[in-house]
Structures are given as structure tokens and as C-alpha cells.
């Protein structure tokens, strides 16, 4: 039985796959656009099997050939636009269709099919303002206030997904996700808001000083941890409930990465923007929020956050200098 991740080329679905692969299972993967090229090189001399199929979620004909390629026992869907302000202007239309109408007709092609569990990867950016300054966001207990298109968008098909998914007969689980840096991370198009981690790294390797906006507190969780958590959703024998926290459960700033940072690259330089002055690290999130509660996922599941700062620096480190 294989697992089908749509956006598989994305940034999280590429942590989502390689994880599944380093574990001897099968995958399929959907997307419009091909592997990068490290991760085709890299998949293939993993235990596990990968077969990808061009296409989009918008199209029936494409979820079909997907979901029947082989034998399927889940969905992760991955595919997203993580829209920032340029694109909420000019393309408002794309992003709801794609956020909301390609969720739903990916959960309505699974259960045609015949497959049983659907992993939706949320967002905290569905908490919105009701994050600002909080110490502990708790999935049960702040309520949501997304603020931009983005957020709009997660927390509409996080509130649509389970009654179809009721009605359909399918096991619904929906995570949302702390903010998220790590390995594959890149520009893919559809993905405007970069982590600072990344910002830093791609200054430190041009030998550019970091210039850091507001140091916006937030549970940055690396992309292997996500990776970990939507799978170990995506095994679970029953489904206590419908919506988790997924993040390391911890809030860190940009500041403090920049000083993991600073320990690891000599050369690496960086500082706070003066009153007035522009910055070259923007951390997106635009106000202070806490840690992710998380002890519903680890208390169901076998999910257990395995990075903190100073070892996703080594790892994400290393995983560049591979190249």
C-alpha cells in the first residue's frame, strides 16, 4: 500500500516523501511541476519506492491516475499556495481555489477511490491575531483569527474538510503547523514567504550581513520534525480527533538562530536594523507568538519533536554542504 502526497515537489511534501522513503515504504507523488534535481538524485537511492505523476488537483482525471496507480491507504495533501501580500492582490482568486476548492476535490477523489485517511497540513497562521502575545497557543482553546488570505484559506478548509470527510465516509486528521525552515526549502512559485532561516543562511553564503527586522517570536520547527508528525498522523490506527498542533512546542526567534548561527560560521555576520532602517531578514510573522501546544499529538501518537535550534543548525548545515 502507497501513500499519495500531492505538491509532492514542495517544500514540506519533499521532507513528507524522503521521509517515507528512508523508511522502505511506497509513495506517490503529484505535482504540476518536476523534482528538483537534488531530490530526484536523492529519492532514488532510498529503500523505498517513489512513483510521481504530473498533475494538478484542480483536474479529476489527474487525482484518479494518482489514486490508482497503485493501492492507497492514505492522503497527505500537501498541495498549497502559501500566498504573500504581492500575490493576495494580484491573484486572490488562484489562492482560494487552489487552498480551498483543491482541498476539497482531493478529499472527494480519495474517498471515490476508496481510500480511507486524508492528512490536511494546516497552518498556525489560522490563529491570527489571537496569537499576538500569547505564551501558549492551544489548539482547543485560542480561537482562530487569521488576518491574510493565507490564513483565511487554511482555517476555511479546516472548517469544510471534516464534514465532507464525515459524509464521505473518510478518517480526517488536519495538523497545524508551526513555522516551518529546513531542508528543500526554496522559492517553487507558489511559495512567498521564505523562513529566516533560509534568508540567513543565503546571506551567510554571499558573505552579506544579516540585517534582522522586528525579532517576531514563533515555534519555527524544522521540516523533518513536520515530516514526522504528518506521518506519524497519517499511521494512526484511529482518529481520537480531528485537529492537532504540529511544532517543536518551544517559541525561538530569528535572533536567536542568528547566535546557533554565529557559533557554526565564523564568518557569519548579522544584527538588528537601526530605528528607520531596511532589513534584509524579514521573519513574516508580524508580532509575538507563542509556543504550539503539542501534547495531544504526543500523547496520541508516536510523534516526538527531535530538533531544537542547535541541532537543526548541524543538521541543515550539513544537508547544504552535501549539496
Known amino acids: 500500500m502507497a501513500i499519495v502526497v500531492t505538491g509532492a515537489a514542495g517544500f514540506v511534501a519533499l521532507n ?7 523508511a522502505g515504504r511506497d509513495v506517490v507523488g503529484l505535482d504540476r511541476i518536476p523534482l528538483p534535481s537534488r531530490a530526484a538524485r536523492d529519492f532514488a537511492a532510498l529503500p523505498g519506492h ?16 494518482a489514486l490508482t496507480i497503485r493501492p492507497i491507504e492514505a492522503v497527505i495533501h500537501c498541495a498549497v499556495i502559501t500566498a504573500g501580500p504581492r500575490r493576495e492582490i494580484a491573484d486572490p482568486g488562484t489562492i482560494v481555489a487552489v487552498n480551498i476548492d483543491g482541498a476539497v476535490n482531493t478529499l472527494l ?3 471515490r477511490h476508496g481510500v480511507k485517511r486524508f492528512i490536511y497540513p494546516s497552518s498556525g497562521a489560522v490563529y491570527g491575531a489571537s496569537a499576538a502575545s500569547v505564551d501558549v497557543m492551544d489548539e482547543d482553546a ?11 484559506t487554511k482555517f476555511a478548509a479546516e472548517s469544510i474538510l471534516p464534514r465532507v470527510a464525515e459524509t464521505q465516509g473518510v478518517a480526517l486528521t488536519a495538523a497545524r503547523l ?3 525552515y529546513g ?7 507558489v ?45 494512526m490506527s484511529s482518529t481520537p480527533r480531528t485537529l492537532y498542533n504540529l511544532a517543536t512546542g518551544r517559541a525561538t526567534t530569528a535572533e536567536d538562530w542568528c547566535r546557533v548561527l554565529q557559533t557554526r560560521l565564523p564568518g557569519f555576520r548579522w544584527r538588528r536594523a537601526a530605528e528607520g532602517e531596511a532589513w534584509n531578514v524579514d521573519s513574516h510573522t508580524g508580532y509575538d507568538r507563542g509556543a504550539m501546544a503539542i501534547d495531544r499529538i504526543v500523547m496520541d501518537t508516536a510523534y516526538r519533536p527531535a530538533f531544537d535550534l542547535d541541532r537543526a543548525a548541524d543538521h541543515l548545515l550539513a544537508w547544504r554542504k552535501r549539496g
Open 191 to 235: 511559495r512567498d514567504t521564505l523562513s529566516p532561516m533560509l534568508q540567513t543562511l543565503d546571506l551567510a553564503d554571499a558573505g552579506t550581513e544579516a540585517v534582522l527586522g522586528p525579532p517576531w517570536r514563533g515555534d519555527y520547527t524544522l521540516s523533518r520534525d513536520i515530516a514526522a508528525g504528518l506521518v506519524a498522523l497519517a499511521d
Open 109 to 111: 477523489a480519495a474517498a
Open 16 to 22: 513528507v516523501v524522503e521521509h517515507l522513503l528512508n
Open 142 to 152: 485560542l480561537r482562530p483569527a487569521p488576518v491574510n488570505l493565507y490564513g483565511l
Open 183 to 189: 531542508p528543500w526549502e526554496y522559492a517553487t512559485g
Open 178 to 180: 508551526g513555522v516551518v
Open 50 to 65: 517513489l512513483t510521481m505523476v504530473d498533475g494538478s488537483i484542480m483536474s479529476d482525471a489527474d487525482l484518479a491516475r
